[in-house]
């Protein structure tokens, strides 16, 4: 993102520590298993031998190489960074943090005093504008938007400059209360809002 002349520095915040993978712990359940898949057979004398005696769906549950094979969507998103930035204090903006490492995403946190110009220059309209303005593989994510839609944003990639969620919903992710309907997500480009989905 290029820099605004007299526009006030970004502060950048310390990462938070990753949360350890689905498919790691998927891992790991391959250790219990095995150990059952033994004992239930008797003990064979070798890995040859208890290959043979295994049923089919169970060795592919105890083995460690057939859990990795299969990625959950958490660890197919693991090497993608969230730029986030964000007004210094904002309790339901490190929420919505907090939400995004929890679904796997690396998150690259900025406290932003100048984050109104930020999202004006990042091409926000005023109309989709949250509390938080995030970058993620060259697109901007405005406000408490669901994982959901961020992934489909990245598996379609439209010709759009993002997409938001405006202002800051009761139950969305990082915000409090109960979700009573589903959010209406929006695409923008060019400062013109369209729908981009309901999450």
Not at 4 to 28: E, F, N
Not at 94 to 108: H, K, L, M, P, S
Not at 148 to 165: K, M, N, S, T, V
Request: hydrophobic share 40%.
């Amino acid at each position: 993102m290029p820099s605004i002349i007299g526009r006030p520095s970004a502060k950048r915040m310390p990462p938070v520590a990753r949360r350890r993978s689905r498919s790691h712990r998927a891992y790991l359940l391959g250790v219990p298993l095995m150990s059952l898949t033994i004992l239930a057979f008797g003990g064979p004398a070798s890995a040859t031998d208890a290959t043979a005696a295994s049923p089919a769906p169970l060795a592919a549950l105890a083995s460690p190489v057939a859990a990795e094979t299969s990625p959950s969507p958490v660890s197919a998103v693991q090497d993608i960074v969230i730029e986030v930035h964000r007004a210094p204090n904002c309790g339901c903006c490190t929420g919505w943090e907090a939400y995004i490492e929890d679904q796997g995403f690396a998150v690259d946190s900025w406290e932003d005093p100048g984050l109104t110009e930020f999202k004006m220059t990042s091409g926000v309209p005023s109309t989709a504008m949250s509390c938080h303005t995030a970058i993620v593989d060259g697109y901007i994510v405005e406000g408490h938007v669901p994982v959901e839609a961020i992934l489909d944003l990245l598996e379609q990639r439209p010709e759009i400059d993002g997409i938001a969620l405006p202002g800051m919903p009761p139950g969305s992710p990082g915000m409090p209360g109960e979700k009573t309907a589903p959010f209406e997500i929006l695409a923008f480009v060019d400062g013109t809002t369209t729908a981009f989905g309901q999450y």
